[in-house]
């Protein structure tokens, strides 16, 4: 996207969690407008805080969002947020269009869902962008965040994990693991990040168990960066790991001043490689 002119009218497509809120509030602050297109009702009302317009549709209703970003005249949008699988469970009208698109996919994984939407989008002269653009400040940068630093063997047992989680991420099944004594304890699947870390931990024994984050080889950055918040680092302490690392310039940390300071004051690491 070299050469990007930005519209000052942007479009959100917001699914769960703070990152839209955030990219909300940066877009407003730096003097966009932004039209929100909600998925999920966990942020709604934050997002109307800082968005122009909000209006709340289905991840199946594909007819009513073309229509809408039409009579908006979007030039530009956003995806940021989690949607998961249940989303439709929750909310499982599929249109027209959603259904012919099913259709005519041959595959179901996340990519191949997503790269067919952005195609559906495009078709009607919506660009989609970097989701960091207005969230940059957010991505890690290279270093140990926090007082303790990982001994040799968390060291050895995070760049194991590193290579696995690579070669997961380029089968797009998942970008995170978690690590026991170069031992493999999960690897992320459908479930996300945070039930990975549950399940990886109780293999673990609920003990010293390292986790892993990475971006995928090829990872468009128009949907689906890796993210990690409080919530991540809550679920670790929780449940027995006690070190995360990430990969530096590739992932992004909602609150990072609070996730820090909980890591410090329960003696966890957190490290960007």
Do not use: W
């Not at 960091?132 to 994990?161: H, R």
């Not at 693991?177 to 690897?187: L, N, Y």
């Not at 919530?231 to 820090?260: C, F, H, P, W």
Request: include cysteine; hydrophobic fraction near 40%.
């Amino acid at each position: 996207m070299t050469g990007l002119t930005l519209e000052h009218k942007q479009c959100l497509i917001a699914g769960d969690g703070n990152l839209p809120i955030m990219m909300a509030k940066s877009a407003t602050q730096n003097g966009f407008e932004v039209i929100c297109i909600s998925l999920s009702s966990d942020n709604y009302k934050e997002l109307k805080k800082y968005c122009s317009k909000v209006v709340s549709y289905g991840p199946g209703q594909v007819d009513s969002i073309r229509n809408f970003l039409q009579k908006e005249n979007i030039k530009q949008l956003t995806f940021l947020g989690k949607v998961s699988k249940t989303m439709l469970v929750k909310r499982p009208k599929l249109e027209r269009r959603a259904i012919e698109m099913l259709k005519e996919m041959r595959k179901l994984n996340d990519d191949a869902v997503m790269l067919r939407i952005i195609q559906e989008m495009e078709s009607i002269g919506v660009t989609i962008l970097d989701q960091t653009i207005f969230i940059k400040n957010l991505m890690v940068q290279k270093g140990v965040l926090t007082t303790l630093k990982p001994t040799e063997a968390q060291f050895s047992d995070i760049e194991y994990g590193f290579n696995i989680a690579k070669q997961m991420g380029g089968l797009d099944i998942g970008q995170s693991v978690v690590m026991k004594d170069r031992m493999i304890m999960a690897i992320e699947a459908i479930e996300g990040t945070d039930k990975c870390i549950v399940r990886g931990c109780k293999l673990a024994r609920r003990k010293n168990a390292v986790v892993v984050k990475v971006s995928k080889p090829a990872q468009d950055k128009r949907f689906d960066i890796p993210a990690v918040g409080l919530r991540t680092i809550k679920t670790m302490k929780k449940y027995g790991a006690n070190v995360l690392a990430l990969e530096s310039g590739e992932t992004i940390i909602v609150d990072q001043e609070k996730m820090v300071k909980f890591a410090n004051k329960n003696k966890m690491i957190i490290v960007a490689i």
